[in-house]
């Protein structure tokens, strides 16, 4: 089992940056993939980043754009998603999830999800 808490959102003005958090507690949390995504209002579950248990391999999703860069240490059992130049098409609830299999979380299928954090970009 793996619970999963987000943390750092909040409202911010566009262009400004912003750094979520995943805190990962239980038995097979270092050993999982984790990845980020999130839900606008009206709209589909869209995938952001993914990490690798190891922190070396990373895949990113259209919306990351250059922007938006996943990490993790594990010594802290923490993934971060650094965001940069926000835009308001960026407001959605971040949810982080994990994963034992790379394949699957990419894809948005995985076992532990966290509650989400609310990220809210407006002049």
């Known amino acids: 089992q793996v619970h999963l808490v987000e943390s750092g959102g909040g409202s911010v003005q566009p262009g400004d940056s912003l750094i979520l958090s995943c805190f990962a507690s239980g038995r097979e949390s270092t050993d999982c993939n984790v990845a980020w995504f999130r839900r606008a209002p009206g709209k589909e579950r869209e995938f952001v980043a993914a990490?690798?248990?190891?922190?070396?391999?990373?895949k990113y999703g259209d919306v990351a754009q250059g922007r938006f860069f996943i990490s993790r240490a594990n010594t802290k059992n923490t993934v971060y998603l650094r965001m940069t130049a926000l835009e308001p098409d960026d407001t959605a609830v971040y949810y982080c999830?994990?994963?034992?299999?790379?394949?699957?979380?990419?894809?948005?299928?995985?076992?532990?999800w966290g509650q989400g954090t609310q990220v809210t970009v407006s002049s």
């Open positions: 999830a994990a994963d034992l299999n790379w394949g699957r979380i990419i894809y948005g299928v995985a076992d532990f």
């Open positions: 990490i690798d248990w190891s922190g070396v391999g990373t």
